[in-house]
């Protein structure tokens, strides 16, 4: 009986791990607490639960991957200076060819 409920129990939670793999629940809560964020829901209980989802994913990331989680609230902080585009070179061709005639190697 043992070996049979335990057969049981593998069969249903692999079961159940691709169903959530496939349906991705998390990211469709997680877009239903921002949906309900961003139109400032008059409902005060949907909001709660909106924060809640909300405050749950933000600590999951940090949790488990704080350095990318540092890293982009670093970057966010910072100016958004792009660097200058480097300017062509009219001689490239001439240039190019000009070392090629040694017998370096």
Same mark, same amino acid.
């Given at each position: 009986?043992?070996?049979?409920?335990?057969?049981? %129990?593998?069969?249903?939670?692999?079961?159940?791990? &691709?169903?959530?793999? !496939? &349906? !991705?629940?998390?990211?469709?809560?997680?877009?239903?607490?921002?949906?309900?964020?961003?139109? !400032?829901?008059?409902?005060?209980? %949907?909001?709660?639960?909106?924060?809640? %989802?909300?405050?749950?994913? %933000?600590?999951?990331?940090?949790?488990?991957?704080?350095?990318?989680?540092?890293?982009?609230?670093?970057?966010?902080?910072?100016?958004?200076?792009?660097?200058?585009?480097?300017?062509?070179?009219?001689?490239?061709?001439?240039?190019?060819?000009?070392?090629?005639?040694?017998?370096?190697?």
């Amino acid at each position: 009986m043992n070996a049979l409920l335990l057969a049981a %129990v593998l069969a249903a939670a692999t079961l159940t791990g &691709y169903a959530a793999g !496939r &349906y !991705r629940p998390g990211d469709r809560l997680l877009s239903w607490a921002q949906d309900v964020g961003d139109r !400032r829901a008059a409902r005060w209980p %949907v909001s709660l639960g909106a924060a809640i %989802v909300i405050v749950l994913a %933000v600590a999951s990331v940090w949790t488990f991957h704080p350095r990318r989680s540092a890293a982009n609230r670093r970057s966010w902080r910072e100016e958004n200076t792009r660097t200058a585009t480097p300017a062509r070179d009219p001689n490239w061709a001439r240039n190019r060819t000009a070392g090629t005639d040694t017998a370096d190697g």
